[in-house]
């Protein structure tokens, strides 16, 4: 008999209880439980990075993590980037610097960027394009991610318009 488990998620804000078997990975639980679709699968083995999400602010392959892992964790996926319609800064950069060719990459390497400017707005470029060979993009697509993600990061450090 299959263990499972009563568990609630918190993502993006919201409480998702589910009953989860115990080996199910969170990537699965968050796409097929609790109807978050952004994530992507790719890999399944924690090497592409199509997966990542932050977890209690830090940036984590979901499909190396079993869901009962993240129970009492702070989950953000990439749905939480866009509020009210309005899409985050990282987003509108991706479109701008063309940052995406099929986009299958782009939940990942969003939410990977992100916790990164979140921690350090400051990241130097070989600390970046350290951050970001960390995850696959077979469009190769690297040159116009690091674009984008540089003048968010950029962006950030402006001072405030007056």
Do not use: W
């Amino acid at each position: 008999m299959i263990e499972t488990s009563e568990i609630t998620l918190r993502i993006n804000d919201d409480d998702y209880r589910v009953k989860v078997e115990s080996r199910k990975t969170l990537v699965d639980v968050i796409r097929e439980d609790c109807g978050l679709t952004g994530t992507h699968i790719g890999c399944e083995h924690g090497v592409c990075g199509a997966c990542t999400i932050l977890l209690d602010g830090e940036a984590v392959r979901s499909c190396l993590l079993f869901a009962v892992q993240a129970q009492d964790h702070d989950i953000r996926t990439v749905e939480s980037l866009c509020v009210d319609d309005k899409l985050h800064p990282l987003q509108e950069s991706f479109i701008r610097h063309h940052a995406l060719q099929c986009g299958y990459c782009t939940p990942g390497f969003l939410m990977l960027a992100i916790g990164a400017l979140q921690k350090n707005p400051d990241i130097n470029d070989a600390d970046l394009l350290e951050l970001l060979s960390s995850n696959l993009c077979r469009c190769t697509g690297y040159k116009n991610i690091f674009k984008a993600v540089r003048a968010t990061a950029d962006e950030m450090r402006a001072p405030p318009a007056a």
